[in-house]
């Protein structure tokens, strides 16, 4: 069946414009992740939603950072006011349900760099 | 915070060597453990995972991981590595019972190279 997918697979912008991700999870996920990868660094939690609770939003790194989900299914991440620290490999992962009995399936990712 | 170390950054490795990656955590309570794969131009998928139970689990493709408790240690292996594990691999952790924060804690991955 299908994976998780993320667009756009790259995306290069502006300091300081704003950017969105966007992950499709596998049909019937009810937990979906975002990550980031920095270069030379291992994937940072961002945020998490599942079902229809409050996401998790501890990992968030300031409040330029945003994230929403439609319900069990696709969800958005937003950078507003992008910087050139916020380059990296974003990634999304969806699991059945929350904790660790479910494994997380992890899209391929998007790429962002900010010039 | 809670915090994985993987101590080598890139290995090197000529096929049939075996191998061991380290992988330490540090957090006093329950943890469920993983390792991670990303094969070059592939996504990141699950290698093997430890929840409770016998301390050495196996996971796909011949690898294997122990995890020691008075260690913090979770170290992956394999008796003999091909070509085709040239792939970059990552530790994971996941806090308290059944994973109840959810979220994964990575390590900052080990690059494995292996030379036919």
């Known amino acids: 069946g299908a994976g998780v997918s993320q667009s756009p697979s790259n995306k290069v912008t502006e300091k300081g414009k704003d950017v969105e991700l966007r992950c499709d999870p596998i049909s019937g996920h009810t937990a979906l992740y975002w990550y980031r990868q920095r270069l030379g660094q291992g994937l940072e939690f961002l945020i998490y939603?599942?079902?229809?609770?409050?996401?998790?939003k501890s990992g968030l790194p300031s409040d330029r950072f945003s994230a929403e989900r439609t319900g069990e299914s696709v969800s958005t991440l937003t950078i507003q006011r992008t910087q050139q620290e916020d380059s990296a490999v974003y990634l999304c992962a969806s699991s059945l349900d929350r904790g660790a009995s479910y494994e997380q399936y992890f899209g391929p990712g998007t790429r962002l760099t900010v010039t | 915070a809670q915090s994985v170390s993987q101590h080598n950054h890139h290995v090197i490795l000529s096929e049939a060597a075996s191998l061991e990656l380290g992988c330490n955590y540090s957090y006093g309570g329950t943890v469920n453990l993983f390792w991670y794969v990303q094969y070059p131009g592939q996504h990141l998928q699950l290698l093997l995972k430890y929840f409770s139970g016998d301390p050495l689990v196996k996971g796909i493709k011949g690898f294997e991981a122990e995890f020691i408790k008075s260690k913090f240690s979770f170290n992956l292996r394999k008796p003999s590595v091909q070509w085709s594990d040239t792939a970059e691999y990552f530790c994971?952790?996941?806090?308290?019972?059944?994973?109840?924060?959810?979220?994964?804690?990575f390590g900052k991955g080990t690059k494995l190279s292996v030379k036919p």
């Open positions: 939603f599942q079902g229809n609770s409050a996401p998790d």
């Open positions: 994971a952790v996941n806090i308290g019972y059944g994973g109840s924060q959810g979220n994964l804690i």
